[in-house]
């Protein structure tokens, strides 16, 4: 059984930092495609960054330059470092994992940054 869970959010000021984490828990974790995603309160859930198996990573242009997506495949867990925070990067942060064709979401985790 797959299992993802965050942790990690709370909430900071415009211009602070935070870090979520995601464990894994399930699958073989070197082999699987990891990333963040975020939903903000009547909005559609959009994709942060991705973390590949390879080694790749991509971000969504908004985050560019302020978040970090890492990870550390001895503990099975991915990372999403924010810096810069912004009041629109409000949401509730999902980690999601692609393992031979299984996806698999966590719970979320609510970062609020206050104006």
């Known amino acids: 059984q797959v299992q993802l869970v965050e942790s990690g959010g709370g909430l900071v000021q415009a211009g602070g930092s935070l870090r979520v984490s995601c464990a894994a828990s399930g699958i073989i974790f070197s082999i699987a495609d990891m990333g963040w995603y975020r939903q903000a309160p009547g909005k559609q859930r959009e994709l942060v960054a991705i973390h590949t198996s390879d080694g790749r990573t991509n971000y969504a242009d908004s985050v560019k330059g302020r978040f970090t997506i890492s990870r550390d495949n001895a503990k099975s867990t991915v990372y999403l470092q924010m810096n810069s925070l912004k009041p629109e990067d409000t949401a509730v942060y999902y980690c999601?994992?692609?393992?031979?064709?299984?996806?698999?979401w966590g719970q979320g985790t609510q970062v609020t940054v206050s104006s």
């Open positions: 999601r994992a692609v393992y031979r064709s299984y996806v698999a």
